[in-house]
């Protein structure tokens, strides 16, 4: 028998796999393919105190291993989640993570409020790090007095497990990785999408109707595994790594890289199994090099 269990600050994980937010819904869409309880959790699609329509169509493109997607945050609003979606997701035995975005500090910490009264929602990812928005998103990750100002005044209000995470779209991540520690992180998740564009020569027009938009998928991985370990060396906090992790192999690697817990985007998209499928790689990677426990893998680099 292998330990798969995992801590995250005071989150406990059966397992180190989560899905990552805005490729997963509401978990609920995802129920006819797999018992969502066999992850170690969830992260559900952005949200934010108002509600948004998102970017025009296009807003989605693929690029050779990789896809590009500018949806723009796309959602009913903090209140519709409570009232509407939160009493369908109370029932799993999972740890249901929600993603808060907002355009002011104001906004976040207003959603935030919202989320602290749900009961079982252990825990949220602040998403300083949106690059498809105009306003807010991304701008709040890219500088340490930002970042720093959001989370601390999100941490004000709200008592359960604060994540932030972090935008690849940066000169030092470390950086941003430190000032959040300060005032309050619980842990990082890193990365979101990197900055990107693509265009068809053939009709001489961007792919995406907001011309530039985030990738995501295995062209991101090597970048994203610098990131993590990069952040591994600068922060006393958990980190939880994702960007194109597609197997579970990849997702050892994150864990050598120093990374606690990891999520799964884009590879859904490929094979709606994969979560699940890495859970049961891991496990096998770990009985076949005869390591007790996942946690020994963390940072083992
Ligand atoms: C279609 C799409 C929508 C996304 N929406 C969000 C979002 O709402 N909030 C967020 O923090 N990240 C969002 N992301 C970023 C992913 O959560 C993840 O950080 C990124 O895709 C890298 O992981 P991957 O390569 O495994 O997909 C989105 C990604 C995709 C592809």
């Not at 869409?29 to 108002?50: A, I, M, S, Y």
């Amino acid at each position: 028998m292998v330990d798969l269990g995992v801590k995250i600050g005071n989150l406990d994980l059966k397992n180190p796999v989560m899905t990552a937010s805005g490729t997963f819904g509401y978990g609920l869409e995802f129920e006819d393919f797999f018992d969502l309880n066999r992850l170690g959790g969830f992260v559900v699609k952005g949200t934010t105190l108002h509600a948004r329509q998102g970017n025009p169509y296009p807003r989605s493109a693929e690029t050779p291993s990789g896809m590009l997607n500018a949806v723009g945050l796309q959602n009913r609003g903090v209140k519709y989640f409570a009232e509407y979606i939160y009493p369908k997701l109370e029932k799993f035995q999972t740890n249901v993570l929600v993603n808060v975005s907002g355009s002011t500090v104001e906004e976040y910490v207003e959603c935030a409020e919202v989320i602290n009264e749900l009961e079982h929602i252990p825990g949220i990812e602040l998403n300083i790090s949106c690059p498809n928005v105009k306003e807010g998103g991304m701008t709040f990750g890219t500088s340490c007095p930002s970042a720093e100002a959001v989370v601390r005044e999100v941490r004000k209000v709200y008592d359960k497990h604060l994540m932030v995470k972090l935008s690849p779209n940066v000169t030092s991540i470390e950086e941003i990785a430190r000032a959040v520690e300060n005032v309050g992180a619980d842990s990082v998740s890193l990365i979101n999408t990197l900055l990107a564009m693509a265009i068809d020569a053939e009709s001489r027009k961007p792919l995406l109707s907001t011309i530039t938009g985030g990738l995501s998928g295995p062209a991101v991985k090597p970048v994203a595994l610098r990131m993590v370990w990069q952040v591994a060396q600068a922060v006393k906090i958990p980190i939880v790594g994702m960007g194109g992790i597609m197997n579970a192999a990849d997702a050892v690697e994150f864990m050598l890289a120093g990374a606690s817990a990891i999520q799964v985007g884009t590879a859904g998209f490929v094979d709606p199994l994969a979560p699940v499928k890495i859970v049961e790689g891991i496990e096998d990677y770990l009985k076949r090099h005869k390591i007790e426990s996942v946690t020994d893998l963390v940072g083992s680099l």
